[in-house]
């Protein structure tokens, strides 16, 4: 499973430096409050588009 979750982030570069550049902002530092809320939809729809790009327990 973690062998398919790091497949997932190789094929994807782009997505996942910005998934670990916004997730890094959000957690260290606190950006004003319109533009975090921002960011955290942008990452909730990367997590959304990893979650079913890898379907990780399809049967």
């Given at each position: 499973m973690f062998k398919k979750i790091l497949n997932g982030f190789i094929d994807h570069?782009?997505?996942?430096?910005l998934?670990?550049?916004?997730f890094g902002i959000l957690l260290f530092?606190?950006?004003?409050?319109l533009f975090s809320l921002?960011?955290?939809?942008?990452?909730?729809?990367?997590?959304m588009y990893f979650g079913q790009k890898l379907a990780?327990?399809?049967?």
């Amino acid at each position: 499973m973690f062998k398919k979750i790091l497949n997932g982030f190789i094929d994807h570069p782009l997505l996942t430096s910005l998934f670990v550049a916004d997730f890094g902002i959000l957690l260290f530092h606190r950006p004003p409050f319109l533009f975090s809320l921002a960011m955290l939809g942008a990452l909730m729809a990367m997590c959304m588009y990893f979650g079913q790009k890898l379907a990780l327990f399809k049967a």
